[in-house]
């Protein structure tokens, strides 16, 4: 369980349980309660650690690509490349990176302006729902949004799929099929959790891109927030 997979699922665990606590027991209370009002604070805070444990679960599963290409294509030089101090560093500079994003972001809402009382159609503050409601010129911060959407998720998506062609091409160069198996199995899960994480957050803007109905927006963002990490511990468990 100190091999670097396991760390990095450790914290892939840590970052699920955090990225669903920023939403999840708000909206249960809410539910219970009958009360859907939110203070400015608390909607600051709460996008805040939204973005950045979302942003984490994205960088998290781009080393945990890497980690398996240097295991299948450099299997005699893994603990060597993939060393404790290593795994480490990759960790630090993902959780830097998010929070600096997340502040960043933070920081940029802050200086909008809004109106006394606010209704904001969604099941949690949702930053591009907040700045669609500013009464202040918003161009900066859509403009943040669309590079970030560019160099945070385009960035390490490429990097997961650059890992996944020399994993293929590695696993093609294996003559036998119980090999071939024993490589790509190992890739599974690692896999299923990326093609879930990816496909939801693109199925979710991409509908309410499409249909601009809050509610639809609303049902489709439960999946991402809820679903995808609640399938992540599961799918790992069974492998495991």
Known sequence: LHEPMYILLCNLSLVDICFTSTTIPNMLVNIQ??????????????????????????????????DRFVAICHPLHYTVIMNPRLCGLLLLVSWIMSALYSLLQILMVLQLSFCTVLKIPHIFCEITQMIQLACSGTFLNNL????????LGGGPLAGILYSYSKIVSCIR????????????????????????????CLGVYLSSAATRSSHSSAIASVIYTVVTPMLNPVIYCIRT
Not at 144 to 151: D, E, F, P, T
């Open 144 to 151: 943040m949004i669309y590079l970030s959407a560019v160099l």
């Open 173 to 200: 160069g294996i003559s036998s099929a119980q090999g071939k198996y024993k490589a790509f199995s190992t890739c599974v899960s690692h896999l299923s959790v990326v093609l879930l994480f990816y496909c939801t």
């Open 33 to 66: 309660t009958q009360s859907k009002v939110i203070t400015y604070g608390d909607c600051i805070t709460q996008m805040y650690f939204f973005i950045l444990f979302g942003t984490l679960d994205d960088l998290l599963l781009t080393v945990m690509a890497y």
